[in-house]
């Protein structure tokens, strides 16, 4: 079964309910540009120097961060809601509106039923990938980076 990127945009609904550590995104904060100590300009400001308060520098391995700072214990579309004010706590979320398509699917999710309905349908889909076992599957050492 193909996993499209529809798919898995709408699978990241379940970041509305998860945390990141600081020294994960922190570089968004303090160095984005190496060299010049900035911030990712797609961040927005206010939320940057939020994300400065609780992460002091870039190897905070212990402080954690909600990805979705207003209903962190909710699963619902707040995520969503929250990336469309640039509150995108990864680069890889902040990505979803750098497309089309990805942007779409984020606006389509930001309708409560479809929010619901959206990522029940894509989770049975995922959940129907034949995954690799054994010597033919590789499990990443870190969740943010391909194994080299």
């Known amino acids: 079964m193909a996993v499209t ?3 898995i945009n709408c699978v990241k609904s379940g970041h509305t309910i998860d945390v990141g550590h600081c020294n994960l995104f922190s570089q968004r904060l303090y160095n984005f540009t190496a060299g010049k100590h900035d911030a990712d300009p797609s961040l927005n400001s206010t939320y940057a120097a939020f994300l400065k308060t609780q992460c002091k520098s870039l190897s905070n391995k212990i402080t954690i ?8 214990l909710s699963f619902d579309n707040n995520y969503f809601k929250n990336l469309k004010l640039n509150h995108g706590l990864f680069q890889s979320d902040s990505a979803l509106l750098t497309n089309n398509e990805a942007t779409n699917t984020v606006d389509e999710l930001l309708d409560y039923q479809d929010f619901f309905s959206k990522f029940g349908q894509s989770m049975k889909r995922m959940g129907a990938i034949e995954v690799l076992t054994g010597s033919s599957g590789k499990i990443r050492k870190k969740c943010n980076v391909v194994n080299s």
């Not at 961060?65 to 962190?72: E, F, K, R, T, Y």
């Open 5 to 7: 990127n529809r798919i």
């Open 65 to 72: 961060v909600p990805m979705d700072p207003g209903s962190p």
